[in-house]
T-cell receptor, first 115, second 112 residues
Framework: GENVEQHPSTLSVQEGDSAVIKCTYSDSASNYFPWYKQELGKRPQLIIDIRSNVGEKKDQRIAVTLNKTAKHFSLHITETQPEDSAVYFCAAADISNFGNEKLTFGTGTRLTIIP | DAGVTQSPTHLIKTRGQQVTLRCSPKSGHDTVSWYQQALGQGPQFIFQYYEEEERQRGNFPDRFSGHQFPNYSSELNVNALLLGDSALYLC???????????FGPGTRLLVL
């Protein structure tokens, strides 16, 4: 089955600087890669996702890049703000047959923004 | 438009007991997936329900079972609880042919 590794496990960044979180996946069939943000005691919330037919996707201060050959994808947050402090999870799925398939998650990155 | 809801929010059980957790999907969604999130870990897929049937299952024992009702809501049942079942149980709802999954707030289960 799919295995997703995520690094780093913790990341501290000065407010205004950029943060990068990296994930690798093992199953070449995976073609959908969402990122979720989970604040303490709250539900995971989808912040951005990318399909394998796209190399990069951007939404305001957040971007995701995908390297299918190397089987890795990354989350980039620019101009970080205190409200970006949370745990971030990457995930992978094969959505070839149906749109909705099980997500395999990484172990999470605790991002702390230092004011 | 109501989002995904789950009940109860917290639950304390003792080893060997049975528990039932409930999930109501987002309006317009027909698929419910259940995940277990241990402390400090990413969510792990338990199973998915669509058209009242279990469509996919992760690496969880038969003690974990579920059900989906005609209104698309779902239950997760866990029998013979173990200490290791203590976790946050999340349900995620979606439309069957779309990949985006929306999570509920979770039920935090503590097994003593």
């Amino acid at each position: 089955g799919e295995n997703v590794e995520q690094h780093p496990s913790t990341l501290s960044v000065q407010e205004g600087d950029s943060a990068v979180i990296k994930c690798t996946y093992s199953d070449s069939a995976s073609n959908y890669f969402p990122w979720y943000k989970q604040e303490l005691g709250k539900r995971p919330q989808l912040i951005i996702d990318i399909r394998s037919n796209v190399g990069e996707k951007k939404d305001q201060r957040i971007a995701v890049t995908l390297n299918k050959t190397a089987k890795h994808f990354s989350l980039h947050i620019t101009e970080t703000q205190p409200e970006d402090s949370a745990v971030y999870f990457c995930a992978a799925a094969d959505i070839s047959n149906f749109g909705n398939e099980k997500l395999t998650f990484g172990t999470g990155t605790r991002l702390t923004i230092i004011p | 438009d109501a989002g995904v809801t789950q009940s109860p929010t917290h639950l304390i059980k003792t080893r060997g007991q049975q528990v039932t957790l409930r999930c109501s999907p987002k309006s317009g969604h027909d698929t419910v997936s259940w995940y277990q999130q241990a402390l400090g870990q990413g969510p792990q897929f338990i199973f998915q329900y669509y058209e009242e049937e279990e469509r996919q299952r992760g690496n969880f024992p038969d003690r974990f079972s579920g059900h989906q009702f005609p209104n698309y809501s779902s239950e997760l049942n866990v029998n013979a609880l173990l200490l290791g079942d203590s976790a946050l149980y999340l349900c995620a709802s979606s439309s069957f042919f779309q990949e985006t999954q929306y999570f509920g707030p979770g039920t935090r289960l503590l097994v003593l």
